[in-house]
Structure formats: C-alpha cells, structure tokens
C-alpha cells in the first residue's frame, strides 16, 4: 500500500542555519503531498502542499518540490529560527480525496537553538 | 471561528472503562476522520466519514468505536479501554474531493491526550 518515510529525528539546528528533512514515498496514481507542522502543545496545523509533479509548495520560508522521478517532497528552509521548533509531518492523500483520509510519515522532531 | 473542537483535553481512565472522545466541526465538511500520534509512528488512521450515517474503518480500529449521526459531529468511543490506547487522539476534517476543489488538505483539532492505567 501507499506509504511515507521520514528522516529520523531529533534535528538540532543553530538558528539562521539550513534545514532540509528528507520526505521519500511509494504511491499508486498520483497522489496529493502535504508538510504539516505541529508546535508544542498544539494539533497539525498545514505548512505547505503539491498537488501535481513539479509543484513547488511554499509557506513561512519554507519550500518543498513535489519530484515524482524522485518519488521525493523534501522540506528545506534556507534560514531557521527558534520559532521553527517542532515536528514536522510529510503526508500523502489520494488525488481524489476519498474519504479525507492521508497517509503520514512518522515525524520529525526539529529543534532549534538560539 | 472554531474549526474542528475535541473534549476532552485531557483524561485519565482505568483499564476496562469506556468512554468517548467527542468532536464537532462547523465548516460543513462532509469528511471527517479519527487519528491516534504515538511516538515514533506519526498518525495512523482509526476510523473516518464520508458523510452523515457513513463510517469505515482505517487502519487501526480495534477496540474503537464511531457513529455519524449529523454532517458537523464524529464522536470516537472506547469500548473498554487497555494502556495500549494510551496516545494523543487527533479529529480531523476535510471538504469533498477534487470535484469541489478539495486537495485533500485535513483541518485538525487541538487533540486529546488520553492515558489508561
């Protein structure tokens, strides 16, 4: 079946350094790609999406490029901050939307110090 | 502006009890779904809608509970619970597919963390 792979975590940054989180995926058809961010304490907020090969989703500095030759979705952000702390999930969906249901990677937990 | 709401927050119960984790969307959305995060395992899939008196199981729903009885209610019940349902419990909701322009992008809800003793 459909599934996601995440680089493992904990990532421990410098701030203003770069950050890239490896999002890899096996999928049949062409499948909707999504980061979603999650701060302390709080739900799954969207960061940013693609919805076909070549999409280039952007949100709050961060950037991600849907590859299918790649079957990839890396998330990179050129400068990160404090802020930035959190855990980051790549998810995947059905292009069709059936049923509202996606399919995540485990997460990876960013921390960034000052 | 509400979104997606779950009660509790929090809740502690002992092995063998039951209870339900509630939630309620105002964005008209016809799916909703049921997440558990553990660590490690990001968010696995209990149980989902696809609209009132619909419900289909995802991959993890033994020991789960769901019902559909209204467009805006999901409620999630535990039919007697063990410490391996000891996890963050996370409702979500989305509109209707690509047809109405759905991506396929979930709202969540704050999430409900739940420890069974």
């Known amino acids: 079946g459909d599934s996601v792979t995440q680089m493992e975590g904990p990532v421990t940054l410098s701030e203003e350094a770069f950050l890239t989180i490896n999002c890899t995926y096996t999928a049949t058809g062409y499948p909707s790609l999504f980061w979603y961010v999650q701060y302390p304490g709080e739900g799954l907020q969207l960061l940013l999406k693609a919805t076909k090969a070549d999409d280039k989703g952007s949100n709050k500095g961060f950037e991600a490029t849907y590859r299918k030759e790649t079957t990839s979705f890396h998330l990179e952000k050129g400068s990160v901050q404090v802020s930035d702390s959190a855990v980051y999930f790549c998810a995947l969906s059905d292009r069709l939307n059936q049923g509202g249901k996606l399919i995540f990677g485990q997460g990876t937990e960013l921390s960034v110090k000052p | 502006n509400a979104g997606v709401t779950q009660t509790p927050k929090f809740q502690v119960l002992k092995t063998g009890q039951s209870m339900t984790l509630q939630c309620a969307q105002d964005?008209?959305?016809?799916?909703m779904s049921w997440y558990r995060q553990d660590p490690g395992m990001g968010l696995r899939l209990i149980h989902y809608s696809v609209g009132a008196g619909i419900t289909d199981q995802g991959e993890v729903p033994n020991g789960y509970n769901v019902s559909r009885s209204t467009t805006e209610d999901f409620p999630l019940r535990l039919l007697s619970a063990a410490p391996s349902q000891t996890s963050v419990y996370f409702c979500?909701?989305?509109?209707?597919?690509?047809?109405?322009?759905?991506?396929?992008?979930?709202?969540f809800g704050e999430g409900s963390r739940l420890t069974v003793l």
């Open positions: 964005m008209n959305h016809e799916y």
């Open positions: 979500a909701s989305s509109p209707r597919g690509v047809t109405s322009g759905s991506t396929g992008e979930l709202f």
